[in-house]
């Protein structure tokens, strides 16, 4: 319950730090978003039951279903962040900005449903042919780069509470050393930092202040607005922002079937189409319904089965989850719990996502899962930088990036095409090694001329601001659509250095002593 609230929390809390109105996001956004975790979880908590009937086991324990944590990250820094930003930029007043970028949003969590439900039945076939190093390997990067490390700037933002509650969560959970009475981690690092936050609100000059919550709107109407479906007509804006949310969606896939995988283990054998059905269709409804974070179960089940869970936390969770957002006293727990005290639930998050990205991917592939953490590491590196150019305090001082020395623009320049589309790098520079580990030169070929066919267009590597699409060559009448010259040259080199790469390995394919090594994955060594 508190990982799915402390995600409705992210979720506002990055919205706000573009400037999106808190208002519109509790009103709008979380509602469908909450209630795709309603269904998803209901639907776990039945089949929970189904299952302990057909096998006479009274033990079954119900999968664990919640808002995705990479997505939240993912989906609003380079999803709803940018295209509210550019609605902005483009003239358009906060609220209008606001229903563009929620219109984005819609579509990239219904279109993530249809995809989830289009390979539910393939699930299998999708495993087999993008090895884990690839998927989980950019699942890894998000996981350590952005939800381990962005949290910690809240929590030691306020270090006496934030550092407390991240002992407290990361000793229990990790270290597996339980509080007195066997209170779950979480709940104590609530309980216990939360206090001492709060007694630092009393204390004068601490720089604590008790919080000003706006009124609460109950049982907010606005959400279903997206059943008009007006977003329809906003497809052509979203169109560029598929490519980002795609890869999340199917790293769900993934992480759909790992976590059936570990419950299988454990003793209770669901069937794997049937929870990323379940999943998929958790997630278009809440598209269909404003929301904009998918559902996907949760890394966990062995753990809660060996704390005793069956089925009602699943359906605890459904009912507040689902409550707080449609019932509207989400808006209480936005402004009334302590953000460092449950943003350490997130880093544990992070690392739990990391541990398991290794632990689920052959040895022999863990530099490939390694190396699908450099570009998640310059989408870090230019974070900062890229905030402090885009504040207003520096618009009316004719400074921006084409100030700074050449080298450093130069820099610049390469970081943020290397951070565009960093999800999808991620994945393809994995996927490649892994192959190249395992002495398949060809296919790692032909990943790399996928690669080149992706950075041709944009959808990896853009050097244009908001990761936006283009095309390389084209008639003046398509505009801002056909690179700049400077921008091709670049563009046009990493596609060529791809291709140059491939032709590479796919040559050293034929030599004797690859061809003969091949690696077989049966083979006792893998």
Known sequence: MLDNIVGLLLMVALLSGFGFPT?????????????????????????????????????????????????????????????????????????????????????????????????????????????????????????LVLISFFPLTEILGHPLPGLLALVIVLTTLVAKIPLPGRTPGTLGALLVAGTVYYLLCFVEGSGYHLPSPEPIAWFPKEWMESYSLTWMAALPDALAYLPIAFPFAIGTIVGGIDCTESAAAAGDRYDTRMVIGVEGIATLLAGLSGGVIQTTPYIGHPAYKAMGGRAAYTLATALLVGSAGLVGYFGLLNAWIPKPVVFPILVFIGLEITAQSFLATPRRHYAAVALACLPALAFLAMSVPGRILSDPALQGLDFSADSLDGLLQKDMITLGMLSNGFILTSLLWAWCLAAAIDRRLRLAGVVFVVAAGLTLFGIIHSPLPGNRLFVPFGPDAWGEMVLGAEDRKRVLEFVAGYLVSAGALLAWSFYPAVAASEFDPTSSAS
Not at 55 to 74: F, H, I, K, Q, W
Not at 81 to 105: H, K, M
């Open 23 to 143: 208002d519109f996001a509790v009103s709008r956004m979380v509602p469908g978003t909450a209630l795709g975790v309603l269904v998803g979880d209901l639907a776990f908590f039945f089949l929970a039951f189904r299952l302990a009937r057909k096998t006479g086991n009274r033990d079954v324990t119900a999968m664990p279903l919640g808002l995705d944590t990479p997505s939240t990250y993912g989906i609003v820094l380079f999803v709803l962040g940018p295209s509210y930003l550019q609605g902005v930029e483009a003239g358009l007043d906060s609220i209008d900005a606001a229903y563009r970028t929620w219109y984005i949003g819609i579509w990239c969590i219904v279109l993530s449903g249809v995809l989830k439900l289009a390979l539910a039945p393939i699930t299998q076939w999708v495993q087999r042919v993008v090895p884990r190093a690839g998927l989980l390997g950019s699942l890894a990067a998000i996981a």
